[in-house]
């Protein structure tokens, strides 16, 4: 086989595996229209449609999937023997995609971002930041970062951080002129500040709970929007009532830009999880598993579990 032979097989399996030719141009490293000549190449030299495209999705077609079948595994092994030359010589490489919320880009992963690229310098991150509900294996991530509570189901999952409180806070000068909640029924009254998620446009319900009572606020609010520093922003200027992750407000609480309200409510949440398929991982990412294992707090006893097991009820 030809080297343009391999490339052109193996950009069809990448994009028939992932549906996607951004995806895979990602994946292979090439730019989308450098990938759709690649398999355009391909179709013309087998004389055979392999793949239906539309402007929204990617399928292969029966002649596809039949290639895909045949092939797969050898690709595979391929990568198997790649993946065991390089175990021999130490040295991970490769690219690592990471599916990560904002909250945790900022206080999980970004502090330790310094240390894993001087201790593997071979291994770039691609770390998309985005706060929907994303199936990382559709999206052609490797791994993802997310709450406890929001885990996809037969995933392997590792606790990175300890239960995270939540906060309810405003600025001082939003209460100047008006008294401050007493119970999670009066926020009605007042000009909350909600998170909107990304991917369903859905209001992120607040989980104010206290003993055995449990109380959800959801409702539009003044402001809402689906970037957590907006919200913090607006809060600091006075704009009204939000919640957000007690770490994130931390520093304000302590310098007085910010008051707690209603503290009694706000109780723990399952706190972060790095999680992945249960499927064999290259050395890259398997490096990255275990720096990430090595590195969360001790607080946390850091320990692999089936992600079902972390959802709640």
């Excluded at 806070?169 to 000009?191: G, K, N």
Aim: hydrophobic letters at 45%; glycine letters at 8%; proline letters at 6%.
């Amino acid at each position: 086989m030809r080297g343009n032979e391999y490339t052109e097989l193996l950009s069809f399996v990448e994009v028939a595996r992932l549906r996607s030719f951004r995806q895979a141009a990602a994946k292979l490293g090439l730019t989308p229209s450098a990938l759709s000549h690649t398999i355009r190449v391909l179709e013309q030299r087998m004389q055979v449609k392999l793949l239906n495209r539309t402007t929204r999705s990617v399928a292969p077609t029966e002649a596809g999937k039949l290639l895909l079948e045949r092939i797969s595994p050898a690709f595979d092994e391929v990568s198997s023997a790649v993946l065991a030359v390089q175990a021999l010589q130490g040295r991970p490489a490769g690219v690592v995609r990471v599916n990560v919320p904002s909250v945790a880009a900022h206080t999980v992963l970004s502090p330790l971002l310094a240390s894993f690229c001087g201790r593997y310098p071979g291994i770039r991150l691609e770390i998309a930041v985005e706060d929907s509900l994303v199936d990382i294996v559709d999206g052609g991530f490797d791994v993802g970062i997310r709450p406890g509570e929001r885990l996809h189901r037969d995933m392997v999952a590792l606790r990175l951080t300890p239960p995270l409180r939540t906060a309810v806070v405003c600025a001082p000068a939003y209460l100047a002129s008006r008294a401050a909640p007493r119970t999670p029924q009066e926020l009605e009254a007042h000009a909350c500040l909600m998170y909107r998620w990304r991917g369903s446009g859905q209001v992120y319900p607040w989980p104010l709970r206290r003993k055995t009572e449990a109380i959800d606020i959801q409702f539009d609010g003044a402001v809402s929007s689906n970037d957590i520093g907006v919200l913090l922003t607006a809060c600091l200027g006075g704009a009204g009532i939000t919640c957000l992750a007690r770490s994130v407000v931390e520093p304000y609480l302590a310098s007085g830009a910010l008051v707690s309200l209603l503290e009694e409510w706000c109780e723990s949440t399952p706190g972060f999880f790095l999680y992945y398929p249960g499927r064999q991982t290259s050395m890259a990412v398997r490096a990255f598993i275990d720096f990430m294992r090595d590195h969360v707090s001790a607080a946390s006893s850091p320990h692999v579990q089936n992600a079902a097991a972390c959802i709640p009820g």
